[in-house]
């Protein structure tokens, strides 16, 4: 969803996690606002536009630090360690960059695919979260997607729906699917989902045996993993 423009006398930038590759050029691509590509940054660290990269913000509205920890900006520039892009001139912050998963050496957002999945697999919004895990045994880190489906449905129609949603979508490969009641998502107190909680306790065996599903209205332990 676009976010809008920066009010007057503030700028927004998007910058690559790694310096280098092919630039946004100077003047425009992920840069919003006077001042917005240059400085510091050379032009092959600013993202084009559509480009999604680490989120920097200036202006008089942004603070200088945070009480006895120093400053908080790099000349004026502030790291807010959100993923975000500019689509026609328009931001769009898409998650946390330490919330970026890693699969097979590429960074993806989970929120983009759990926004696929709320799109277009019936599950219970806003119980789905995608984060990445490696068991023991597992070679690489994989691809596991929690979710909370309404009464009736059945698991399996949508573990497999939601695979190859993800896969269209995506390109990933999904190792598991796993249905959780809604109150065993681990929540912020300002209710965002807690993905690393939950990847800890994935990669613990802690949901081996409480994987539920709703059953005629009443929540029962019903399958564990597809």
């Known amino acids: 969803?676009?976010?809008?423009?920066?009010?007057?006398?503030?700028?927004?930038?998007?910058?690559?996690?790694?310096?280098?590759?092919?630039?946004?050029?100077?003047?425009?691509?992920?840069?919003?606002?006077?001042?917005?590509?240059?400085?510091?940054?050379?032009?092959?660290?600013?993202?084009?536009?559509?480009?999604?990269?680490?989120?920097?913000?200036?202006?008089?509205?942004?603070?200088?630090?945070?009480?006895?920890?120093?400053?908080?900006?790099?000349?004026?520039?502030?790291?807010?360690?959100?993923?975000?892009?500019?689509?026609?001139?328009?931001?769009?912050?898409?998650?946390?960059?330490?919330?970026?998963?890693?699969?097979?050496?590429?960074?993806?957002?989970?929120?983009e695919i759990e926004s696929i999945v709320l799109r277009d697999v019936d599950v219970l919004a806003p119980h789905v979260a995608a984060f990445s895990a490696r068991r023991e045994g597992e070679a690489t880190a994989g691809l596991v997607v929690a979710v909370t489906l309404s009464a009736g449905v059945d698991g399996a129609h949508v573990a497999r729906r939601l695979r190859a949603a993800i896969a269209g979508g995506t390109g990933l490969e999904t190792r598991q699917v796993v249905v959780l009641r809604p109150d065993a998502f681990p929540r912020t107190a300002l209710g965002k989902v807690q993905r690393r909680a939950l990847q800890r306790r994935y990669e613990t065996g802690e949901f081996d045996a409480t994987l539920c599903l709703p059953q005629d209205g009443a929540w029962g332990v019903w399958q564990q993993v597809w």
């Open 1 to 111: 969803m676009p976010l809008g423009v920066p009010t007057p006398g503030h700028a927004l930038r998007i910058c690559r996690a790694e310096a280098g590759g092919e630039g946004g050029g100077e003047g425009g691509g992920g840069g919003v606002g006077e001042g917005a590509t240059g400085g510091e940054r050379a032009p092959s660290e600013i993202a084009r536009a559509g480009e999604t990269g680490l989120l920097e913000v200036r202006g008089p509205g942004i603070m200088l630090g945070y009480a006895g920890r120093g400053p908080a900006t790099v000349k004026g520039w502030l790291e807010t360690g959100d993923l975000a892009r500019v689509v026609e001139g328009q931001l769009q912050v898409v998650g946390r960059a330490d919330d970026t998963l890693v699969l097979l050496g590429v960074n993806h957002a989970p929120v």
